[in-house]
């Protein structure tokens, strides 16, 4: 099984973080390989309990969309610029592929080859021209060495095919040269003495040695082959190296390119192989539309949620293989049968409490800690109508193992969290929003724990101003921030103006306004999206 990546919400809050790190500690200790995940930035409440249990902060995950690291594709299929054309067309026709990346010394992607660029090359290409190596001219027509000075072979291709004196009189031989010849000794010499740049006897014929010792004298290199003069001439060109009838500006994907976006760009393109690369252009190896029907779609658990919007982008094309939340049952749906667990308690850490003992896995201090925080940070201290029994009995459990004064704790971490200064307001409103659709109307509600209230109030006017800005940005016909005093109790309620009727309707209060205190009104969950589901359903 691949990696599975745990997480909770959008804006996550303390619950969330922790949940997706207990619980992945816990699958990994059954036999999983998982990671906890933030879908977004860690607050500092969050921070505080992160750094009070040594416990790293999950990294960041973007988005769930497939991507082309999750197809099948051919990893490390690419030849390197220097192979001759011969064995690149060898390495096509064996792995039964009609393209191939190239890459330099380093895997550095440079372009791609196909079936038809070789037999373009073959039939129409600059049959006068080697750009090649001994070693490859070699290997190209079942040559053997016989002398070598030089690896790189580059020079104009001559075929003696001249009677000697006509060959004398016509052809002026330099070091530029590459001559094929067969048994004709003057002509061996001739091109010695000419200082070419490789002489090739075909037919496996011999040299004479005053004709080898010149050879010596002058550097010339040598090859004999055992094909004759026209197996060679056809043969010799496709030892040229492959770099030499490459694409310019051929298309590549990175492997971090999303699934959609590949389908998209080749209906342009129209090709069957894609070099991947990664980010330093270095290449990983080909994807072929074939390819393409074997997907590994990422697999995720979800903590402390369970609608899309709240989820990572892309989460309709992950694999959800389990759920664990203590919230309303949303619409969610799943193409196969997956553990769900859903309990009415005050936080997704209780619910994961369980899950360690129902699996016998002793839970750690760290955990623990984690554990009680998320726990604590939900039920506000165990206040909120969302606290539940088994809450207090956890919390004990766990405050006791941890030798905790857990209330004591819990007021230093909501100082730690509930602190404005230095945030802009869009922070404030959004450090913990979440988006609602109910008979195709879309609402936010948001949350914050302070007790700061009076710089709110004192800035009022440009905190609606930045809530109707939200509103817009979300596509949400309503929004509303409970600014939450934990010390009260209860919470001040600020709101676009849309939005009042249904307030004012679903708390029962006609002089409803901004800034309007309601006592007792701690949970989101409970009691603020209940109230106005109940007008707008």
């Known amino acids: 099984m691949s990696k599975v990546y745990i997480f909770g919400h ?57 991507q082309l690291k999750d197809i099948k594709y051919h990893k490390g299929c690419f030849v390197n610029e220097k192979m001759p054309i011969k064995e690149v067309y060898e390495f096509l026709t064996n792995n039964n592929i009609t393209g191939v990346p190239v890459v330099g010394e380093n895997k550095e992607f440079l372009g791609i080859v196909t ?38 072979i580059n020079g104009n291709l001559i075929v003696a095919s001249y009677k000697s004196k006509t060959f004398f009189d016509n052809i002026a031989l330099t070091n530029k040269d590459i001559l094929l010849v067969g048994d004709r ?109 074997e997907k590994n779609n990422k697999q995720v658990i979800l903590v402390d949620h369970q609608e899309f919007e709240q989820s990572a982008p892309g989460i309709e094309e992950a694999e959800i293989i389990e759920i664990v939340d203590h919230h309303k049952i949303s ?75 857990y209330k004591k704790y819990a007021i230093e971490m909501f100082k730690a969290g509930t602190s404005l200064k230095g945030k802009t307001k869009e922070e404030i409103i959004t450090s ?24 709110i109030k004192d800035d009022i006017v440009s905190y609606l101003e930045e809530l109707q800005k939200v509103n817009d940005s979300l596509g949400c016909k309503y929004t509303m921030l409970a600014i939450t005093d934990v010390v009260r109790n209860g919470s001040y309620v600020i709101y676009t103006d849309a939005f009042k009727e249904v307030l004012s309707s679903g708390f029962n209060n006609e002089a409803f306004e901004q800034m309007t205190y309601i006592d007792g009104l701690v949970s989101r969950k409970k009691q603020i999206v209940p109230a106005i589901l109940s007008v707008i359903e």
């Open 10 to 66: 959008q804006r996550p809050d303390t619950d969330a973080i922790t949940g997706a790190i207990t619980l992945s500690y816990l699958k990994n200790q059954l036999g999983m390989d998982t990671e906890p995940r933030a879908l977004g930035h860690v607050n500092d409440e969050t921070k505080f309990v992160l750094e009070q249990f040594k416990v790293k902060e999950p990294k960041y995950l973007n988005d769930v969309r497939l």
């Open 115 to 152: 079936l038809k660029d070789i037999a373009k090359e073959m039939f129409s290409g600059n049959f006068k021209l080697l750009d090649s190596t001994y070693d490859n001219i070699i290997n190209t027509i079942s040559g053997k060495k016989v002398l070598k000075f030089e690896d790189e």
């Open 185 to 293: 000794h003057q002509i061996h010499k001739y091109a010695i003495e000419s200082k070419v740049k490789l002489l090739i006897v075909t037919g496996n014929l011999e040299i004479d040695k005053e004709n080898l010792e010149l050879a010596k004298k002058n550097k010339v290199n040598i090859i004999r082959t055992s094909l004759d003069t026209f197996e060679t001439a056809k043969l010799i060109n496709l030892s040229n190296e492959i770099r030499t009838i490459l694409h310019e500006n051929s298309i590549s994907f990175k492997e971090t390119d999303f699934y959609d976006d590949f389908i998209e760009e080749t209906k342009k393109l129209k090709h069957n192989n894609y070099p991947v690369v990664d980010s330093k252009n270095k290449c990983l190896g080909l994807i072929r539309i074939t390819d393409i029907v």
């Open 331 to 405: 619409s969610v749906s799943t193409k196969l049968p997956i553990n769900f667990r859903n309990m009415a308690v005050g936080s997704s850490n209780t619910i994961i409490h369980e899950l360690y003992k129902e699996n016998g896995v002793k839970i750690p201090n760290d955990m623990a800690g984690l554990m009680i925080s998320g726990i604590l940070s939900d039920t506000l201290i165990l206040q909120s109508p969302t606290t539940t029994d088994l809450d207090r009995k956890v919390v004990e459990e766990l405050a006791k193992q941890l030798k905790l004064d």
């Open 432 to 455: 913990d929003l979440k988006t609602f659709t109910s008979n195709d109307i879309k609402f936010a509600v948001g949350q914050i724990f302070t007790l700061d209230i009076d710089s």
